[in-house]
């Protein structure tokens, strides 16, 4: 099913492989990638510069596999080097925002294959777009499970160990974990219940909301008591 075979009247398809970290999502698209390299066919590969976790100018799958990449800051800049291509391979889309949509548009309507890589939930299992668009106007989509490390479940939900950042933290293993659902909820009802200072490091052991929400009307928690962290 992964395996394309161009048709004859020229036009181009998208193709999505999403799912949580450690599903083997960018193994898949690297995967895809070199098939076509065999084939000679001309391909160029693109990901978001903020993802320099390995390498600036690889895409690199947590199992090593290694593919040269153009790094961009925004989704526009793929047209710029994608003229020639006939195959255009982009990891980490959920980093290149909503002008993503367009742009592979175009590049299909130009008659390329396009192959986009990411992650379709956030740490918070909320839809992480643009990939939910993403899935809704691809040709072909991929879902890929991770093993929950938790009890070894199959996973689609990326868990963050610690409660503290934006949606955006770039991060290995040191703060991200693949799980099922149900160990995903344990865990999340697990950090709401601590007290915040023991997730984030903050000597401040007020509630975030109090901090954050300073002058709101809000009924001070009593001592002691725990309260859940705000989303
Ligand atoms: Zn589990």
């Known amino acids: 099913m992964d395996e394309h075979i161009p048709p004859r009247s020229g036009s181009g398809w998208i193709e999505v492989v999403v799912g949580s970290m450690y599903s083997g999502k960018t ?9 076509a390299q065999i084939a000679r066919q001309r ?14 100018d690889h895409i690199v799958s947590h ?3 290694r593919i040269p990449s153009r790094s961009v800051k925004t989704a526009k800049e793929i047209l710029r080097w994608a003229h020639e291509a006939q195959v255009i391979g982009i990891d980490e889309g959920q980093f290149l925002g909503p002008a993503l949509l367009d742009v592979v548009e175009r590049l299909a309507r130009q ?8 992650l379709d939930q956030d740490y918070m299992g909320q839809p992480f777009e643009p990939m939910p668009q993403l899935l809704a106007i691809a040709e072909y989509i991929t879902k890929t499970l991770a093993i ?5 479940s199959p996973a ?10 934006g949606r955006v933290v770039v991060g290995g293993a040191d703060l991200y974990e ?5 160990c995903y909820d344990l865990g999340r009802r697990a950090q709401a219940m601590a007290p915040i200072h023991e997730f984030t490091g903050e000597t401040d052991a007020r509630p975030k909301t109090a901090r954050r929400t300073a002058g709101a009307r809000r009924k001070p928690s009593a001592p002691g008591r725990v309260r859940k962290q705000d989303r």
Do not use: H, Q
């Open 156 to 165: 689609n939900r990326t868990y963050r160990k610690v409660a503290r950042g």
């Open 27 to 35: 193994e898949e698209l690297i995967r895809r990638l070199r098939r």
């Open 63 to 65: 199992s090593e596999l």
């Open 43 to 56: 391909v160029e590969i693109f990901k978001p510069i903020i993802d320099d976790r390995y390498a600036k």
């Open 178 to 182: 693949a799980r099922c659902r149900r």
């Open 111 to 118: 008659g390329k294959r396009v192959i986009v890589a990411g």
């Open 148 to 152: 929950c490390m938790v009890c070894g």
